[in-house]
């Protein structure tokens, strides 16, 4: 993406100089061969007080392996860590590395990896009125809580970050607001508290693969769009008549506008560098944020390879909450990402609202179909015209990939473009650049009904993939098929929300199978959030038009939703550990839609792999009566059970434990997964509430046993006389299948508190149970 203002195009020298110098190290990291990895160091290594500081200690670590005597270990330090990890970001030749894995200091040494945005492909578009969720907003909710983003940057002018309804800033705050391209101190303020930026590792890796430097703001600025979007969403202030393009207007806020942001720099134009990401932690962890948001993530790895989660590990130790979005690559199973069981991870779900403009066929067939187009204000755009669908070629023109539209054929009309490949905004702008008049995007059989909308720079609508087999149908039965457009503004509630959205990531784990992932479920489809005011509502470089709100889809907008409930949640209980907070969000969210029915997944209701323990609901987490806390140490013994070696739990945890002594351990987690591999038939776990609603209540339990499996609790009443008072329960699991169910591999059920008198207090667990023939797994 470029910059497309006057101002960008006089600041490109400025970034030229930046890059520059990267330049010149990229030639010799050419030569040299070296490439940029994660040294992780034992956190007690440094046992002589030889040092003056933990940077020197690094730094001479690392001189001692470069091949080079003479070279300068600072022109290699990319990074010193010290709260995220123990450990250090620099450039090494194969040879270095492999000489310092061997020194007694160094636990583990990871490459640098690039981990992606988790908005679905297209974040080019725009929007019009907010997620309003009714009376639980209080101004001042979240109020003292400080979220940490890790993201593109912000764009601090928007409305969604002005500060007047806001107290001073924490004494606790540590954070800076970093100068940079565009970006001094006085764009932070007491809602946008501190910004920094990380781009060594990106700026390395991305000139090393030969990618020019990008016109990007070298400076906490947001010069995609992405960071400002998620922050406003996480604690943007309230901004009243928010309205994109004078579509539809309302209340824009965030879920916790009382909170604080601090946003931290970390993704660039090609992709979100581990090394910068660990930097972002590190400095988080000690500025003194309580929830950090990543809307972010990379393929599934094993734990001690996954660098956030074992950064998230010492921020949880630290008593802040780590919220990942969960990946947009459903509906595939097994397609989490962010899995830790230390992190809370988030799917993505639909909203009531729709945005109707639906095709009508000259046969007076009607196709539904989804835009944000404001085509009630653009008569032309409702006129009937030619439909036309290109195909064939090597262009793959049925994309509407930029430039592969013959002129001749498309101009003046309404062309059909199939989902894929390109972003969705971008193939309307390769239609109206080949003179066509207006758009219909398809839903192949991948994206099926998935609804994402966009603000398109001409007339068009989204249909979904039934639709679009009937309109092809259509357009093979006659010689000249044509259509108009009928645009219907914005629609609440008629439609079955929430629903699990189609691209939502799916579990289970590939990793980490013997938890239920991802945790829950928030909104991440057409949110509308703050945008910078120098892009375009679709971001495209030729949108001239200008908002300050736009619409993106995606598990990275559904992600900052719940870090603004865990900033509520740690505004209201400044003792909750991050394990009783994601407990409170877990037990409290519903697996019921509006209509009451469980929620559906395309036509199918949703199964825990797809929803967790299902739809959040922030004014219940609030008060959620009972929560299942987790010690750090706990998760050791968790990793023990994984099979991991001492030395892999060392590097995720710092903690030297033998798994020896560890015989059976159930993790105290909010939901309930077990495995019975062949030839085990009984599965017993523990688990351990914490009464943090009111002293004498009593809880009972109310199982619904998944379909082949007899499930007993014991006890099946809890008394708590106090509050903070811990309490455990069994639960067996035996597994009866009868006849006709050897072919099930997968039934779930549920376990639920009541209190005895306050209705308001129940908390549901959902159960997976997964019976697997290959004894090895
Ligand atoms: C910071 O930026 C503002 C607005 O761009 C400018 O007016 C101010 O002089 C800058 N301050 C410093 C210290 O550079
Ligand atoms: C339309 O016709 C083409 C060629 O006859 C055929 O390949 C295609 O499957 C048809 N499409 C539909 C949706 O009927
Ligand atoms: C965006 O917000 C600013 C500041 O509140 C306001 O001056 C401007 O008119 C808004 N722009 C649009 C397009 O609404
Ligand atoms: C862990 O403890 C064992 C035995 O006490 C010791 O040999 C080993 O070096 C320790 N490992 C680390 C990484 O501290
Ligand atoms: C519960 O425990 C927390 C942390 O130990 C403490 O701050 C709080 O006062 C306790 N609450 C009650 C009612 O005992
Ligand atoms: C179980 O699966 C096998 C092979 O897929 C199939 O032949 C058999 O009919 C199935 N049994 C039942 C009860 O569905």
């Not at 492909?121 to 009376?135: A, E, I, R």
């Amino acid at each position: 993406m470029q910059l497309t203002s006057m101002a960008a195009k006089t600041q490109h020298h400025r970034c030229f100089f930046f890059f520059s110098t990267v330049l010149l190290l990229s030639g010799r990291l050419q030569a040299q061969n070296l490439q940029t990895y994660i040294v992780q160091l034992h956190p007690l290594g440094m046992a002589t007080p030889f040092y003056s500081s933990k940077l020197q200690w690094h730094l001479s670590l690392l001189q001692q392996f470069l091949v080079s005597p003479k070279s300068d270990p600072s022109s290699r330090l990319l990074y010193s860590f010290h709260s995220a990890i123990e450990g250090f970001a620099a450039l090494l030749s194969q040879d270095e590395l492999r000489s310092m894995q061997k020194h007694r200091d160094v636990i583990a040494i990871r490459p640098d990896n690039k981990l992606q945005l988790h908005t679905t492909y297209s974040y080019k578009f725009l929007g019009l009125n907010p997620t309003g969720q009714g009376g639980w907003y209080k101004s001042g909710f979240g109020r003292g809580s400080i979220i940490g983003v890790l993201d593109t940057g912000v764009w601090p002018e928007s409305p969604s970050f002005d500060d007047r309804s806001m107290p001073p800033v924490p004494r606790k705050w540590r954070g800076i607001c970093q100068q940079g391209q565009n970006f001094n101190s006085s764009n932070c303020n007491r809602k946008l508290i501190g910004a920094r930026f990380f781009t060594k590792g990106h700026n390395l890796a991305a000139l090393s693969s030969a990618h020019n430097a990008v016109a990007e703001y070298a400076s906490p600025r947001d010069s995609q769009g992405h960071g400002t979007h998620t922050s406003s969403t996480a604690a943007g202030a309230a901004v009243p008549m928010a309205s994109v393009l004078g579509s539809g207007a309302g209340v824009a806020r965030g879920m916790a506008p009382g909170a604080r942001i601090a946003i931290y720099k970390v993704c660039w134009i090609n992709g979100c560098y581990s090394s910068d990401i660990l930097a972002a932690m590190d400095a988080a962890i000690r500025d003194g944020v309580d929830v950090l948001s990543l809307s972010l993530g990379g393929f599934p790895v094993p734990l001690y390879e996954d660098n956030i989660a074992i950064g998230s590990f010492r921020a949880m130790e630290k008593g802040i909450s780590v919220i990942c979005s969960a990946g947009n690559n459903g509906p595939i199973e097994n397609s989490v990402s962010n899995d830790a069981p230390w992190i809370a991870t988030v799917g993505a779900s639909t909203l009531d609202r729709r945005f109707p403009a639906v095709v009508r066929l000259a046969n007076g067939k009607l196709l539904y179909g989804e835009s944000l187009y404001p085509g009630n204000r653009v008569p032309a755009a409702q006129r009937e015209l030619e439909l036309v669908y290109v195909t064939g070629g090597e262009s793959a023109s049925e994309f509407c990939l930029r430039g592969s539209l013959p002129k001749a054929k498309v101009r003046g009309k309404m062309v059909v473009c199939d989902r894929g490949i390109n972003g969705r905004a971008e193939k309307g702008q390769a239609v109206k650049e080949a003179g066509g008049a207006a758009m219909v995007l398809a839903n192949t059989a991948l994206n099926l009904g998935e609804d994402s909308v966009d603000a398109h720079v001409l007339p068009a609508t989204l249909i979904g993939f039934d639709e679009s087999v009937e309109l092809k149908g259509y357009m093979n039965s006659t010689t000249r098929p044509r259509a108009k457009i009928i645009f219907g503004g914005t629609v609440i509630g008629r439609s079955r929300a929430p629903a699990v959205a189609q691209f939502s990531s799916r579990g289970p784990s590939f990793i980490n199978p013997s938890i239920i992932k991802p945790d829950v479920i928030a909104p991440g489809v057409n949110i509308i959030a703050a945008w910078p005011q120098n892009l375009g509502p679709t971001g495209l470089p030729e949108d001239s038009r200008r908002v300050n709100f736009t619409v993106l889809s995606g598990t990275s907008m559904a992600c900052p939703h719940v870090s603004g409930i865990a900033a509520l949640l740690h505004s209201a209980y400044r003792t909750w550990t991050p394990a009783m907070i994601k407990s409170a969000i877990i037990t409290t969210a519903d697996f019921t839609d509006h209509l009451g029915k469980r929620i559906l997944d395309g036509d199918k209701p949703a199964g825990v792999f797809a929803m967790g323990a299902g739809h959040v609901k922030p004014e219940r987490a609030m008060n959620p009566g009972l929560a299942y806390d987790i010690r750090p140490e706990e998760y050791v013994a968790y990793l023990c059970t994984m099979g991991y070696t001492r030395a892999e739990i060392f590097t995720i945890t710092h903690r030297n434990t033998s798994c020896r002594q560890i015989k059976r351990f159930s993790l105290n987690y909010p939901s309930i997964s077990v495995t019975f591999r062949r030839g085990v038939a009984e599965r017993m776990v523990e688990r351990r509430l914490t009464n943090v609603g009111s002293p004498n209540s009593i809880y009972s339990v109310e199982v619904v046993a998944p379909e082949g499996v007899e499930v007993r609790v014991t006890p099946r009443r809890l008394v708590f006389k106090r509050v903070n008072q811990s309490l455990s329960y069994r639960v067996w699991f035996v597994s009866k299948k009868s006849r006709g169910m050897e072919n099930l591999s997968m039934a779930e059920g549920q376990l639920t508190w009541k209190h005895s008198q306050n209705r308001f207090y129940r908390v549901r667990s959902p159960i997976a149970v997964t019976w697997r023939s290959n004894p090895r797994n």
